[in-house]
């Protein structure tokens, strides 16, 4: 795993989007897998500064996010969807067909089914994965054991108090979500992990500290990938040397 320190989180979200952008220099039709949260934040800004300076061209990409609360759909100002038509579709040329995401209105079955068979058809080229306190990716959250394929989740109680940020109560938090499994990450070819302050040092401390491999935290899988690039600030390395 290859560890990139930037100076801070714009410089790190750049580096990050220069990243994707390679990628889809390369590929015109590359598969990114997508994160939400505020650590992908900016790199989508970043992309949607780059489309409108002609300098990269999502007419032909083919996206799938990460994960989706099991409730509300795409309409919902918390659901992923949303989140994601506000800072990167509504910015870019995407086709909307070429946009996958799990409605969390659904019939979660079929949204599984359709997930996995879209994964099964090619490998995500690059993904960018945030990460939870508790070490999660994607909504795997810590337990006794991986789950490879796309599932349905019950959100770990330190998710739902990270994530109440976003809802007026904590009551109005979804508890479920739909998430793509362990199988879908790690196959992919690329696969970028943002971590910016001080909050997340202890996973990423926990992750850089030994060569195990544990369900009981959910990143250390990337550990198993050929290609990871850890990116983080400052304000997150200093923790983690001083601690
Ligand atoms: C959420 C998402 C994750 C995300 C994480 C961190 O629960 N399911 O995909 O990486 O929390 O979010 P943030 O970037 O807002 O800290």
Request: glycine share 8%; with cysteine; charged share 30%.
């Amino acid at each position: 795993m290859k560890l990139i320190i930037a100076e801070n989180y714009n410089e790190g979200s750049r580096k990050i989007a220069d990243l994707f952008e390679a990628v889809i220099a390369e590929k015109k039709d590359a598969f990114l897998g997508l994160a939400t949260g505020s650590t992908p934040e900016g790199m989508y800004k970043c992309l949607a500064e780059d489309f409108n300076a002609g300098k990269v061209d999502f007419s032909e990409v083919h996206t799938i996010n990460l994960d989706e609360y099991l409730g509300p759909d795409r309409s919902h100002p918390q659901s992923f969807g949303y989140f994601m038509d506000k800072h990167l579709f509504s910015k870019v040329n995407i086709k909307q067909e070429n946009i996958m995401l799990v409605d969390g209105a659904g019939k979660a079955e079929d949204e599984i089914k359709k997930y996995d068979s879209r994964l099964g058809e090619e490998p995500i080229d690059i993904l960018i994965l945030g990460i939870g306190e508790n070490g999660h990716i994607g909504f795997n959250e810590p337990a006794d054991f991986f789950v490879a394929g796309t599932h349905i989740t019950e959100l770990a109680e330190e998710t739902i108090q990270a994530n109440s940020r976003f809802f007026e109560n904590i009551e109005d938090v979804p508890q479920k979500a739909v998430t793509m499994g362990m199988a879908g990450i790690t196959n992919a070819k690329k696969i970028v992990l943002a971590a910016f302050g001080k909050k997340k040092a202890g996973a990423i401390k926990k992750l850089l500290s030994d060569d195990k491999v544990s369900p009981k935290l959910p990143c250390s899988i990337l550990k198993l990938c050929r290609d990871v690039t850890i990116v983080v600030d400052k304000e997150l390395y200093r923790c983690i040397e001083n601690e």
